[in-house]
C-alpha cells in the first residue's frame, strides 16, 4: 500500500522558475528520501533527511521535514528543462527493517 | 564502480508462465530489495534479502518468490504469470548495518505478461 501521497500530481512551469513539492506521510519514520525517475525507468536518489533533521540542503535541492504534520517538502531551485522527470517521496520506517514505502509521485514538466 | 544492474531490461510472457529476474548489488552492498512500479504508480515493496535469506516481506502472493546467492545478487521469481503482474520491477541496494543508508536503484526490468 502506498504511504505517501505527493502533491500535486503534475506541475508544469517554466525554466528559471522554482518547483516545490510536498509529501504527507503516515506512521512514524526514520528517514525520508526523495528520488526522481525519468521516463519509467530506475530511481535516482536525490536525497536523505533522518527524522531529526528539520531541513537539508544538496545543490539546487532544499528539503524540509514536519514531523508533528508528518509531512516533507522538496524545492528546486532555478529548475531546467533537465528536471523534467517524477519525483518520489519514499519513507522508512522507525520500526522493522529499512524498506522504503512511497508515494504515486509528482509529475515535473519545465518547459525551455 | 558499477551501480545496480539488472536483467534482463525488457521481457514478455504469457499468462501461466514462469519468470526469473535477476539483480547485482552495487559494491560493497550485501542487502537487496525488490518493489513492483505498476504504471502511473509509485514502487511497492515487495521483499528484502539479507545474508541470503528473505527477512521482510510485503503484501505479494506467495507466488513471488526470490533467492540471494553468496556474492550478494538476487533473483526474484514469479509463478503462474497474471496479466497484472506486467509492471517496472526495480531492484535496490543497501548496506544491511543497524544504520539506515541510502538505497540505490538499478534501472528495472519492464515485464509485460499477454
Not at chain 1, 525554466?15 to 513539492?21: C, K, Q, R, S, V
Request: proline share 4%; charged share 20%; hydrophobic share 30%.
Amino acid at each position: 500500500s502506498q504511504q505517501g501521497e505527493e502533491d500535486p500530481q503534475a506541475l508544469s512551469i517554466q525554466e528559471g522558475e522554482n518547483a516545490t513539492m510536498n509529501c504527507s506521510y503516515k506512521t512514524s519514520i526514520n528517514n525520508l528520501q526523495w528520488y526522481r525517475q525519468n521516463s519509467g525507468r530506475g530511481l535516482v536518489h536525490l536525497i536523505l533527511i533522518r527524522s531529526n533533521e528539520r531541513e537539508k540542503h544538496s545543490g539546487r535541492l532544499r528539503v524540509t521535514l514536519d514531523t508533528s504534520k508528518k509531512s516533507s517538502s522538496l524545492l528546486i531551485t532555478a529548475s531546467r528543462a533537465a528536471d523534467t522527470a517524477s519525483y518520489f517521496c519514499a519513507t522508512d520506517p522507525l520500526s522493522g527493517y529499512s524498506t522504503l514505502t512511497f508515494g504515486k509521485g509528482t509529475m515535473l514538466l519545465v518547459s525551455p | 564502480d558499477a551501480g545496480v544492474t539488472q536483467s534482463p531490461t525488457h521481457l514478455i510472457k504469457t499468462r501461466g508462465q514462469q519468470v526469473t529476474l535477476r539483480c547485482s548489488p552495487k559494491s560493497g552492498h550485501d542487502t537487496v530489495s525488490w518493489y513492483q512500479q505498476a504504471l502511473g504508480q509509485g514502487p511497492q515493496f515487495i521483499f528484502q534479502y539479507y545474508e541470503e535469506e528473505e527477512r521482510q516481506r510485503g503484501n505479494f502472493p506467495d507466488r513471488f518468490s526470490g533467492h540471494q546467492f553468496p556474492n550478494y545478487s538476487s533473483e526474484l521469481n514469479v509463478n503462474a504469470l497474471l496479466l497484472g503482474d506486467s509492471a517496472l520491477y526495480l531492484c535496490a541496494s543497501s548496506r544491511g548495518g543497524r544504520t539506515r543508508e541510502t538505497q540505490y536503484f538499478g534501472p528495472g526490468t519492464r515485464l509485460l505478461v499477454l
